[in-house]
């Protein structure tokens, strides 16, 4: 099914104003969005129009009850300069589950994509060409009816934003193991891509930092010892040769680069575990010395290579360096820039005529 996306674009861009070696991080954003209206049980006029304000009823079901969620995801140029998406319809997918957990309507899938394309398409002087850098495209879903009471709201509105971003400064990350505060439980949202999670993250991540950290890591609500995940990001531990990774139980996200990862791990020869991990185990491993490496994966930084993880009053030693996080992690850009063979057919090109 092809949709009839409507296009205004901006009289001048300001593209020109971007210095592409210094891109302040999450404050950019291109000049155009996409946006879809749902009312009375359906999607209306999907269009790409410049970016504005959006008048909001003080009423509007997202700010009360939260009916919320939300995609992250990358454009890249390969050497041609043709942009191109990383697995989009995995997105689509995942936020038609987000939704279903919460109680809101799916969106088109092929919309999802042809929307994404055309936002693509025509912001496409804003993608920065430097391997590393992307244009990072945001999704997302909210309740805008106004209505004063619990039950699932009837209008909601669909958008996609882009903000440029440079290549992150590859840090060794420190990790804060969570016995206190918890991410998600079973039956809960943590499979869900919800906004409501990352509320009850803030506090948490806030009190971690302070404590010198960079990210929380997250650990089981029932008995705080089996590992999750970090912040925005899915979580890989190398133990005497071999990759182990939390087991899905539905209380972690699926991570797009979480599945890619492990399909290129196994592919360079590596053998991948998904199991439930314990906190405990990974101290045992870096005692005995066999914990090799570890590293978090998710679509705003690519891999995390993790040094250390507080646990309690003791640091577990991870490691000083990450030899394969980092070959993953260059072939992955490779794969985003067209320099490795996309043997696993991962990118979709944005087609010429849409540009
Ligand atoms: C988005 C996200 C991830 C990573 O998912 P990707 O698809 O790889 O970007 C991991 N954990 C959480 C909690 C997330 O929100």
Redesign the pocket.
């Known amino acids: 099914m092809k949709h009839n996306i409507s296009i205004k674009r901006v009289e001048k861009s300001k593209v020109e104003d971007l210095d592409f070696n210094n891109i302040p991080l999450g404050t950019t954003f291109t000049d155009h969005m996409f946006v879809c209206d749902y009312e009375n049980g359906q999607w209306n006029n999907p269009r790409v129009e410049p970016l504005h304000l959006i008048p909001t009823h003080p009423a509007a079901m997202a700010l009360h009850y939260g009916q919320a969620i939300f995609e ?1 995801m990358k454009a890249t140029v390969d050497s041609e300069g043709t942009p191109m998406l990383f697995r989009p319809k995995k997105n689509a997918k995942r936020l038609n589950l987000s939704a279903d957990r919460m109680g809101m309507p799916n969106f088109p899938e092929e919309l999802f994509v042809e929307g994404l394309k055309q936002l693509v398409a025509v912001e496409q002087p804003w993608i920065p060409p430097q391997e590393g850098s992307a244009l990072y495209l945001r999704p997302f879903m909210y309740a805008d009816e106004p209505f004063i009471g619990m039950r699932a709201a009837t209008s909601f509105k669909f958008i996609i934003i882009a903000s440029p971003s440079g290549p992150f400064f590859t840090k060794r990350i420190k990790l804060y193991a969570e016995t206190k505060y918890i991410r998600a439980a079973e039956g809960g949202t943590g499979e869900a ?1 919800a906004a409501g ?1 990352y509320a009850a993250a803030i506090r948490p991540t806030e009190l971690a930092k302070a404590k010198g950290y960079d990210q929380v890591l997250w650990l089981d609500a029932i008995e705080h010892k089996y590992i999750q ?1 970090v ?4 979580i890989f531990f190398k133990i005497d040769g071999k990759f182990v990774t939390p087991k899905r139980d539905g209380s ?2 699926d ?4 599945m890619s990862v492990i399909d290129l791990l196994k592919h360079k020869g590596f053998e991948v575990i998904e199991r439930p991990i314990s906190i405990n185990e990974i101290q045992e491993a870096s005692k005995n010395g066999t914990l090799e490496e570890a590293f978090g ?4 930084v690519g891999i995390a290579y993790i040094q250390e993880i507080g646990f309690g009053v003791e640091t577990i030693h991870v490691s000083d360096e990450s030899p394969v996080g980092l070959d993953v992690n260059d072939t992955l850009n490779g794969i985003k820039t067209g320099k490795i063979e996309d043997t696993f057919n991962w990118m979709v090109k944005i087609e010429k005529e849409l540009v």
Request: cysteine-free; glycine content about 22%; overall charge positive.
């Open positions: 992250g891509k999670n995940e912040g925005t990001m899915n972690i996200l991570g797009i680069t979480r994966t998710g679509t705003a």
